[in-house]
């Protein structure tokens, strides 16, 4: 079926797809995965966002088709690949946003968060030098990471919160706060500190 199916035109199956066949949608996702999947990966050089941002990409597409939005004459593919484009380019502007605003938090501090009692000038000195090695340690981790640490301890939301503000999957973020702890450990440990 597939040989035949290769034989016919994306605007055919487009045209079938409008007329209700579903199975002409997902012979026009079949025909097009690799190379669009493999456009938005060379873009974002991310495997997990790249599968996001491929979904995204057919959820407009059908929109669009659904709509009646699509005029496109024979140029199926390149139509496609062009809201691939935008849709990966958009994704990486809101992460290039999303770091301007992280440092515009200043000089955070996870430390910061918990409340301090009084506390005596030495007890204070020893706060102080272990709030400095958290800093280091987070200041190891990729931004990514960090941001995910900064979100879930500082900011207290959830990872399905974080997951809507980044516009990642929950997956991605629990990913990558599990390897953000991961790498804390590992340079904690390098460093033998104590929390």
């Known amino acids: 079926m597939r040989t035949k199916a290769l034989q016919i035109t994306d605007q ?4 079938q797809y409008l007329l209700g066949k579903e199975s002409a949608l997902e012979e026009l996702i079949h025909r097009s995965k690799a190379k669009v999947f493999g456009h938005i990966y060379n873009i974002l050089k991310d495997a997990d966002l790249a599968n996001d941002v491929f979904q995204e990409t057919f959820i407009k597409v059908v929109d669009k088709l659904k ?3 699509y005029n496109e004459q024979g ?4 139509w496609v690949m062009r809201i691939a484009h935008n849709l990966s380019i958009d994704f990486l502007r809101k992460r290039k946003k999303s770091m301007l605003k992280e440092t515009c938090y200043g000089d955070f501090s996870i430390m910061d968060v918990i409340q301090e009692q009084s506390m005596n000038r030495e007890e204070q ?4 030098q272990k709030k400095s090695e958290v800093n280091a340690i987070l200041s190891t981790l990729p ?5 995910i640490v900064y979100m879930r301890h500082y ?3 959830s990872f399905k ?3 809507e503000e980044k516009e990642i999957s929950i997956n991605t973020a629990l990913g990558r706060m599990r390897y953000a702890l991961i790498n804390l450990r590992k340079v904690a ?3 033998s500190f104590e929390f």
């Not at 055919?12 to 045209?15: E, F, G, I």
Request: no cysteine.
């Open 67 to 69: 709509t009646g939005k």
């Open 143 to 147: 931004s990514d990471q960090r941001e």
């Open 155 to 157: 900011r207290g939301l």
């Open 125 to 128: 000195l020893i706060d102080d």
């Open 75 to 78: 140029k199926f593919m390149p």
């Open 189 to 191: 440990q390098q460093s």
């Open 161 to 163: 919160e974080i997951a």
């Open 12 to 15: 055919l199956l487009v045209s």
